[in-house]
């Protein structure tokens, strides 16, 4: 009998296959005790297997490549956490065994994550996997990971580590189901960059059998358990047809009464160029360039490895528009030499844009890096400040560029409620805004954006975090000046209509999102985008939201 369960849809598409579960195994390692003169051999057993994982995580990345191998670069640093390895020795010169030591210390800094209300604490499922790799070589047994099968399935998981994520395989792995995570985690933007369709956030997940056919709807978020034949072919039927529309579209963002609406694509270096270039992006909305910081964590990189990076990414877009966010630190992204050692609450300390005024002479590098690398290329670079909480704060990085010789404009991000309270008061600094609306969610609700269990709060269909999108462009409007998305709201092809209905003037996404966005939004005019964003913001719910903007599009 055909039962719908209802999750996050993170990655569009219809996946329908057979049920298989990623393989799990109890990895907690027997606590004994060994003897005092074992204790050197036992640290450096646990160095080695450190060592060992992180290279895994770094070779994985580098044939992964593009947002995985970021990812993944990251995990290793995590695996090789200095304080993290100290407290490893600590515990096994007291008689812990190396897998005994490196499954406590990493215990105990999970707890401290958790109680702590760390920013990004709900990223676990990295932590865990971390430390379960290294347990596992160190107990000699097989890593759990994805399953062996000759034959297409649906993966089901608790959630995905961004290593099982990264490789998985397309023509195998028809899509993804995931009882935690939520629509920014790592797991979710993996997905979009794969194009695997997937639902994450629904519990009970694991408790689907073995076998069990299932249909996945990637942008609904609805599963279908035991699908009857109607449904399938009118799934299958919902597919072709939205093949065909992507295959159709072609050519800049726009409504169907030609209101220009530039799709831009989200990167984070050089190796993501040519997927966005493939899809058709008008230029880059959000070029992530902390991604050049995190190889090294004692130190930034050079003034000239940064031009070489910013200028291939540059030349890539000649005449095209490219966003550039300074360097984005703290809470998730500690640098060993630009953020504090311990704050109670990283999110909500010296992060982002406050680093950088900390350390000027880090933010004076980039930004005549950058200034450097747009020499004598047609291309039109804009630079943004993360973390922008007032006009102080857009004052000092305004002054910063110009002081840098920066000929570029100069925009501030809107992540913190009260650059979107007010906004035109910032605006009087800089010259465009850019709404990342997976912080601005975090902020807004005060629910981190990688804990399932507030994942309702994440959802950008919020009707209060519309609100705040249409301060944001209102100001903007009135000043004569952009407002972009580029959040993971702008992936949704539904919502980049009302975002556009709300007064958006530019749209970043992933590069897998471009077609689904700029095919809905060529059949929609201006109009209906409008009265679709009033509907969505009469609401009081993400849900009904949706389905009002839903009723105005459709025509209902």
Known sequence: METTLRGVGVSHGVAIGEVRHMGTAVLEPPAKQIPAEEAG??????RQAVGAVAADLIARGNLAGGEAQHVLEAQAMMAQDPELMADVERRIAVGSTAERGVYDAFAAYRALLANAGEYLAGRVADLDDVRNRIVARLLGVPMPGVPDSDEPYVLIARDLAPADTALLDPTLVLGFVTEEGGPTSHSAILARALGVPAVVALPGAGEL?????????GSTGEIFVEPTAEKRAELEAAAAARRAAL??????????DGHQVPLLAN?????????????????????????????????????????EAYRKVLEAFPEGRVVVRVLDAGADKP?????????????????GLRSLLEHP?????????????????????????????DRTDAKAFADACRAAGLRAKFGAMVEIPSAALRARSILQEVEFLSL???????????????????????????????????????AAKAEGKSCGVCGEAAADPLLACVLTGLGVTSLSMGAKAIPYVR?????????????AAAAARATDTADEARAAAQAVLSGE
């Open 436 to 474: 990342g609306t997976n912080d601005l969610a975090q902020y807004t609700f005060a629910a981190d954006r990688q804990v399932g269990a507030v994942s309702r709060l994440q959802d950008p269909w919020q009707p209060a975090l519309l609100d705040l999108v249409a301060a944001s462009a209102d």
């Open 519 to 531: 095919a809905t939004l060529a059949k929609h005019t201006l109009a209906q985008c409008e009265r």
């Open 267 to 307: 990167i984070g270096g050089p190796a993501d160029v040519p997927a966005a270039v493939e899809a058709g992006a008008e230029g880059v909305g959000l070029f992530r360039t902390e991604f050049l910081f995190l190889d090294d964590s004692k130190q930034a990189p050079s003034e000239e490895k940064q031009v």
């Open 209 to 217: 059998a073995e076998g069990t056919v299932v249909a996945v709807d």
């Open 247 to 256: 295959s159709a579209s072609t050519g800049p963002g726009a409504t169907s």
């Open 41 to 46: 051999r036992e640290q450096g057993r646990a």
């Open 335 to 351: 640098l060993d030499f630009l953020t504090p050692a311990e704050e109670p609450n990283p999110a909500l300390g010296v992060r």
């Open 361 to 389: 002479d880090v933010l004076r590098t980039q930004l005549t890096a950058l200034a450097k690398a747009v020499e004598g290329l047609p291309v039109y670079l804009e630079v943004m400040a993360p973390m922008v909480a």
